[in-house]
């Protein structure tokens, strides 16, 4: 008895952490791709500075008509400013601050506003609760041929848990469609 008591709380633990694993790496990527996002904006615009700098240069030594001088100039202004708006768009994107880590943000317990990520959020805790409810089986098995077979169904039911809480998350943070939402009540339309 106190064999099938451990086994069941060591896979609840390895659920758990199998779980929080897929949480730390999905976080790590999203805080990675916009911080290499922003560093990519930072060198366009230095490029696009660096460029202009030495056109002018270049424009300069050749000696051009007044005429043409401005024009470069002209020129050579618009590329800066276009250069400045690469900065200023680099400034507004977020820098992510490391996500502190919760038992109510890693199972999904706390409040979703699309109602698809509820259904998703759903399933994601109904295959939770099988593979716990399957993890507690797995002891009664212990000795027989479908033990190895009783491990992977466990593994399926953490890795189909693991994709479902990346889904449900994923459907929660994408942005709303304007054009297919309903029209809030007393709006006119």
């Not at 820098?95 to 943000?105: G, K």
């Not at 507690?136 to 466990?154: E, K, M, N, Q």
Request: some cysteine; glycine content about 4%; charged content about 20%.
């Amino acid at each position: 008895m106190a064999s099938q008591m451990s086994t069941a709380v060591v896979a609840a633990v390895t659920t758990s952490i199998v779980s929080l694993l897929g949480f730390v790496i999905q976080d790590w990527l999203g805080r990675r791709s916009r911080l290499e996002r922003r560093r990519l904006l930072f060198e366009d615009a230095s490029r696009r500075v660096a460029f202009a700098t030495d056109w002018w240069k270049g424009m300069e030594q050749l000696s051009p008509s007044p005429d043409e001088l401005t024009e470069a100039r002209t020129r050579s202004l618009v590329w800066l400013h276009e250069a400045s708006a690469l900065i200023a768009e680099a400034k507004q994107l977020p820098i992510p601050e490391r996500a502190h880590l919760s038992p109510r943000r890693v199972l999904l317990i706390y409040r979703f506003e699309r109602r698809s990520a509820k259904v998703i959020r759903l399933c994601f805790f109904l295959v939770l609760a099988y593979a716990i409810q399957f993890a507690a089986l797995i002891p009664a098995d212990r000795g027989t041929s479908y033990f190895t077979s009783d491990l992977l169904v466990l593994a399926g039911f953490v890795v189909g848990a693991l994709l479902l809480r990346a889904w449900a998350v994923t459907v929660e943070k994408r942005s709303p469609n304007p054009a297919g939402s309903p029209t809030a009540p007393g709006s006119g339309s």
